[in-house]
């Protein structure tokens, strides 16, 4: 399983609703899981691999020892929220960027797990931060969209380099 890195067109395409639950998702998401600890990242959303369903997979400390940690959330959507802060963030499809994002601090997600039963995740700072990292890949949306215009600008030639990097792959 391989992590799509930018600019790569797919990750503009963000997931579709999962209607179906079975044994094969609950592999995909076992795959995705195990590919994010591979990369050393603590999220992946299935558009990062190729894969258009609204399917993401966290573990806020990324270490594959600690499994109470991992989460699986399908067709994940954000009923509440709180207040907003700037944070690190970066992502595995921009390797080596990492730059402040505005995030809601606290957010309620509503979302069904591998069973397709609904579940309400209530959460803040950290896991809040990465989730909404996440759910943004499911929409089409890259953390580089939400930085400031200093940021922006300040990223752009390490941008360029990827863009030039995939230019060259394909
Ligand atoms: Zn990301």
Redesign the pocket.
């Known amino acids: 399983m391989e992590v799509l890195v930018y600019p790569d067109p797919v990750l503009r395409r963000g997931g579709k609703a999962i209607t179906t639950f079975d044994a094969e998702l609950r592999d995909l998401a076992g795959r995705m899981m195990e590919a994010m600890y591979e990369e050393g990242g603590v999220g992946l959303?299935a558009p990062?691999v190729g894969i258009e369903k609204k399917l993401l997979v966290l573990n806020p400390s990324g270490d594959r020892n600690e499994r109470s940690g991992e989460r699986v959330l399908c067709n994940p959507k954000i009923t509440r929220k709180k207040e907003r802060e700037f944070g690190e963030e970066g992502?595995?499809?921009f390797p080596g960027i990492h730059a402040e994002v505005e995030r809601w601090i606290a957010i309620t997600v509503t979302y069904q797990d591998l069973d397709g039963k609904e579940q309400v995740l209530q959460t803040d700072g950290w896991l809040a931060r990465i989730v909404q990292?996440?759910l943004d890949?499911l929409d089409g949306v890259l953390?580089t969209d939400r930085l400031t215009a200093a940021d922006k600008l300040r990223v752009k030639p390490q941008l360029q380099k990827l863009e030039e990097e995939f230019r060259a792959r394909t």
């Open positions: 959303a990062q992502c595995l499809s990292h996440e890949h953390f």
